[in-house]
Every structure is written in structure tokens, then in C-alpha cells.
């Protein structure tokens, strides 16, 4: 059976301690708490200094030196080299430079072609979508890349056990090659979200001739249409990867090989960049960074995200993930306003100013304030009430402090966090985190299972909120990790997938918003800034707002620095 969902009295008159803005809604939802106590004004907190937006090292007016190995120190080990099922934003890295996708965001976060060769054409209806693709690509293996490829990715994605990405694709009925170059979709109902799904993972084109040999295990040795391609891998240690002689666009490809070095430890990652070891390095601290931006040899790409760091809940995720719904027989997972209570104790921009040094930015929903499709119901705060936490819970009668076990990973910065994160909820007394720590690549798996109560990850983002949203809170959606199935949600987000105007859709995700932060499934906390080092005898490295770090066009180049 669903979580029991927490509706309070209306409210009277109030004033809030949190510096965000409030929702009616949620005026409502802590009436019983405000009501109880006073409410001294939150201290104010010098507002987090403006950041210059970073997303290249250009190549312009350099003297580049063809060939090299290049080594990019990853702070995650990312899961299966498979599009299909992969959900880590380390092994997006590494496919960037391997698997080309139909289409692309460039540095302002606009879709473009990749493989194919043009924007998608919509018929009237908008339910019959036309792609013409690239007719100068082949595979790494040889094998053609035509409309037919395409075809047999596409239908993978869509019926493989276990896909991740079935949801993001939306309601198609067919997909057909109508010649060899032209790929034609039909949806049952218009999906607006397909160019931006098409330019992640979704679009990224596997080898039909791969996929035949190799079936489930193409993630082992993955074959795809790109500047490198697929060398070995070492668990917890290294991916390595190798100019494609076959790519397209081959003469732009400058370094021979790129290592991928699994370096989880963001000091060591630093003492890796300074020494020379490392050329490339993901995830700086910032408790590193204004030390590295200071340094000769180094230069820094910042960029803030379209993603999100929070909490997951486990409200009914018992087989795993896209399985039946199961009910798990506890307080957090049953009633709302225990998870209210605890979004209420988290002051998040105190937490994220302090721990990261007001380099990240707190965060209450998966919609940016810097997307086209943010709204005031998006952008709006719960308020920051410890107190009035505790009213909840006593007004729900629940024993306090409640204790949870929070399962995070084990990357200092994180665990960083969760320490300051136990020590904030706890000051009332209203909860007892227990903080569980454990390896990213088996969080991962931690979460599909649904083998946690808690857990602390998060989400790179995308350009569409459908990337952020649909997946994690549809019933079945493909990482819907806590088993939340609420069908005025689900009506909702399939609505505005169906809608063709922006402020229409925005409309509707800010509904969406509104009803996830009262059942909150996910208690979002903060999103981070993409922070990635490079050492300056190399340029073309990129990095957008979607986080993924661009290297299929860097090279070395001649008085930077030391040469490869």
C-alpha cells in the first residue's frame, strides 16, 4: 500500500525563519508547528559571491602537438560501460569520448546534431517525429552506422530488462528505418522531451554487430561511433581508451590514448594534478579550489549544474527498482509528516555555505532557477524550523529523536556533509542519523535495490526537467529508487511531457514540485558547481551545466608547460 500522505490544518498567520521563499503550500503543511512556537529570525548569512561561468579551455591560437596519452584522474569508479542500463555520471565520461549520441548540448545548454544531421522534425500532430542521420559514420568494429542502427539502439533501450532508459523515451508505438539514412518515431501521445532524452544516453548509437555477439554483456566491451574507442578495464582502477582511425572526424582527434584513473580521494586527486601525474581531474574540493586557482601550471573550468544532490527515502522500493511497489512498515516510510519534520530541520544554506565554502548552492527541487522552465512554485523553499519539526512529530506521535540510517558515499567531501547534516538535524532532538558509509559504485547498486532506508546521492541534471524528474517519481519510472507512486504525480509529469508550450510545462513541473515537497520522497538539499582542473600544457578540455567533462578534442600543446 502507498505512504499515508500528510494533510495539515490551514494555518494561521505566520512569519518564517527561512531566508527562501515560502509556498502557500507549505504555510499549510507546518501550520500544527508554527503554531507551537516562536520564531526567532534566522541569522543572516553574507549571500554566496557571484561566480564567472568557466566551460572551456580553448584550443584558439595554440600550437598543438599531435598524439599523447592523457590521464584524467575520476573521483567515482562509474558502473557498466552500457547506455542502456548505466546510471553514473562517471561512466557518461567516459562514453563521451567513445559513444556519440544524436544529439548534444553545447556550452549555453542549446540541443544540437550530433549523429544526426539535423533537429528533429515533428509532424502537426506531434506524434510522428522524423531524424535524418549522419551518412559518414561508421562503428569502432566497421559496421555501418545507418537508420537501421539507430532502429535496433533505440528498440534496446526501449525492451531490454533492466533499461534505464525505456522511461526517458516516452510512449512510442514504432520505430522505423524509412530509408537508410532517416529514422521515423511514433508516439501514442506527443512527448516533448525526446531531443533533449536523444542527447544523453538515450541517443548514445551501439554496434548492431556488437550487440548480436555480445547481447546483455556489450557493457563489458562497449562498440559504438566515436573519437576513441574502448581498450580494457581495470576494476577500481583505471579504463583506458584509444584513438578510432574509423571516426568521422578523425583529423580533429589530436592524443593517442586516454587513461581514466579511478582517484576517489580529492586530495589525492590535487597532489596528482600538481605533480604532473594527472592531466585532467573531476570534482575538485572546494576545500582545494581557491588553493589550485592560485596556482601557475593550473587552470580551473566552473560551471553550475541543472542537477541535485539530496536524500532518497525508501517509501516502497522492497524487489528493486521498476518492480511492484512494496510497503515497508515504518514511520519515515509511511507517514508524511515525518519527512517533513525532517526537511524542516535542515537549514541548507548554512550547511552548504559552511561545508562547501559557498562554492555549491542550496537546492529545494530538481528544477535549476537557471532553467528555462523554472517557476516561483520551483524555486520555492521549505521553511527552516527545528522547532517546529519536533511539534510535527509530536503531533504525529512519534518518539523522539527518530532515528534513521543514512547510507552515503565514502568520498570525503560527502562524508563531510553527512557529519554536518547529523549534527544539524539532531540539535532539537528531533532525529538521530546513523551515517553508513559506503563505495559510490555500490551505493549504486545499494539504491536499485532498495536495499537502504536512506541515502544521500544525487543527479547530474538535464537540460529538460523530464531528465531530472520522470524517471525518479513515476510509478516504474527507471530510477524512481524510492518506490513513490502517487498518480496525480504521474498524471502530472506525463502531462507536461505531452505539452508543446515552455511556460505551459512550466506550470505544470512546478505542480509537480509542489506535490513532491509535501510527500517528499526526495528531500533536495543542494546542487553542486562542476569543478574540473587541468594542467595547462593541454587545452580543449570542456565541461557544461549537464557536468560531464569533455575531452574527445583536447591536446597537448607547445609552450604550456611540460610536453606528453
Known amino acids: 500500500m502507498p505512504p499515508t500522505p500528510f494533510t495539515p490544518p490551514a494555518p494561521p498567520e505566520t512569519r518564517s525563519r527561512s531566508p527562501f521563499k515560502l509556498a502557500g503550500v507549505f504555510a499549510s503543511a507546518v501550520a500544527v508547528a508554527l503554531a507551537m512556537t516562536a520564531c526567532q529570525p534566522l541569522q543572516a548569512l553574507e549571500p554566496a559571491p557571484e561566480r564567472e561561468e568557466v566551460t572551456t579551455a580553448s584550443l584558439d591560437g595554440k600550437t ?3 598524439g599523447g596519452d ?74 555501418e552506422f545507418n537508420a537501421e542502427a539507430v532502429r535496433q539502439t533505440l528498440d534496446r533501450h526501449l525492451n531490454l530488462e533492466g533499461s534505464s532508459r525505456a522511461s526517458e523515451l516516452g510512449p512510442i508505438t514504432s520505430i522505423e528505418a524509412t530509408d537508410e539514412y532517416t529514422v521515423e518515431i511514433t508516439y501514442e501521445t506527443p ?102 586557482i592560485q596556482e601557475d601550471g593550473i587552470g580551473i573550468l566552473q560551471v553550475g549544474s541543472l542537477g541535485y544532490q539530496g536524500l532518497t527515502i525508501n517509501l516502497g522500493n522492497t524487489d528493486g527498482v521498476g518492480e511492484p511497489v512494496g510497503t515497508i512498515d515504518t514511520p519515515l516510510a509511511q507517514e508524511a509528516a515525518v519527512r517533513m519534520a525532517l526537511s524542516m530541520s535542515i537549514d541548507r544554506e548554512a550547511l552548504v555555505n559552511t561545508v562547501f565554502n559557498s562554492w555549491y548552492q542550496p537546492a529545494c527541487s530538481p528544477i535549476s532557477p537557471e532553467s528555462p522552465f523554472t517557476s516561483e512554485l520551483s524555486e520555492a523553499c521549505p521553511p527552516f524550523d527545528p522547532e517546529g519539526a519536533v511539534a510535527l512529530l509530536e ?22 556533509f553527512a557529519q554536518a547534516l547529523q549534527a544539524a538535524v539532531s540539535e532539537e532532538g528531533a532525529f538521530s542519523l546513523t551515517i553508513v558509509p559506503v563505495e559510490y559504485s555500490t551505493l549504486l547498486d ?24 520522470f524517471n525518479f517519481l513515476s510509478t516504474g519510472g527507471g530510477n524512481n529508487y524510492s518506490g513513490y507512486s502517487v498518480d496525480e504525480v504521474d498524471t502530472l509529469l506525463r502531462e507536461a511531457a505531452q505539452a508543446t508550450d515552455d511556460d505551459e510545462r512550466a506550470e505544470l513541473y512546478g505542480q509537480v514540485v509542489e506535490k513532491i515537497q509535501e510527500d517528499n520522497p526526495l528531500i533536495y538539499l543542494y546542487r553542486v558547481r562542476s569543478l574540473t582542473a587541468y594542467t595547462t600544457n593541454i587545452a580543449g578540455v570542456e565541461t557544461f551545466a549537464d557536468g560531464v567533462v569533455h575531452l574527445s578534442n583536447v591536446a597537448f600543446i607547445e609552450n604550456e608547460g611540460a610536453q606528453p
Open 64 to 66: 598543438i602537438v599531435e
Open 70 to 143: 592523457l590521464v584524467m584522474a575520476l573521483s567515482a569508479e562509474p558502473d557498466r560501460l552500457d547506455p542502456t542500463t548505466s546510471s553514473s555520471l562517471y561512466t557518461r565520461y567516459v562514453m563521451q569520448t567513445m559513444c556519440q549520441k544524436l544529439y548534444d548540448i553545447d556550452a549555453s545548454g542549446e540541443l544540437i546534431p550530433q549523429l544526426a544531421t539535423e533537429l528533429p522534425e515533428v509532424s502537426e500532430d506531434g506524434l510522428t517525429i522524423t531524424i535524418p542521420v549522419r551518412q559518414d559514420a561508421v562503428f569502432a568494429d566497421g559496421a
Open 191 to 292: 512527448f516533448a522531451p525526446l531531443t533533449a532524452a536523444l542527447a544523453d544516453r538515450a541517443g548514445m548509437m551501439l554496434s548492431p554487430q556488437a550487440l548480436d555477439a555480445a547481447g546483455e554483456n556489450f557493457g563489458d566491451s562497449p562498440v559504438c561511433v566515436g573519437p576513441f574507442k574502448f581498450v580494457d578495464r581495470v576494476p577500481q582502477t583505471s579504463i583506458s581508451v584509444e584513438r578510432d582511425p574509423l571516426y568521422y572526424d578523425a583529423e580533429n582527434v589530436h592524443l593517442d590514448t586516454i587513461t581514466y584513473r579511478i582517484i576517489t580521494d580529492a586530495n589525492i586527486r590535487a597532489a596528482n594534478l600538481r605533480s604532473g601525474d594527472v592531466h585532467v581531474a573531476d570534482t575538485i574540493s572546494p576545500q582545494d579550489i581557491d588553493a589550485l
Open 395 to 416: 503531533e504525529a506521535g512519534i518518539e523522539t529523536p527518530y532515528e534513521i540510517e543514512m547510507q552515503v558515499s565514502n568520498a570525503p567531501d560527502t562524508l563531510r
Open 446 to 469: 545499494v539504491q536499485s535495490r532498495g536495499d537502504f532506508e536512506m541515502l544521500q546521492l544525487g543527479w547530474s541534471g538535464r537540460v529538460d526537467p523530464h531528465g531530472n524528474m
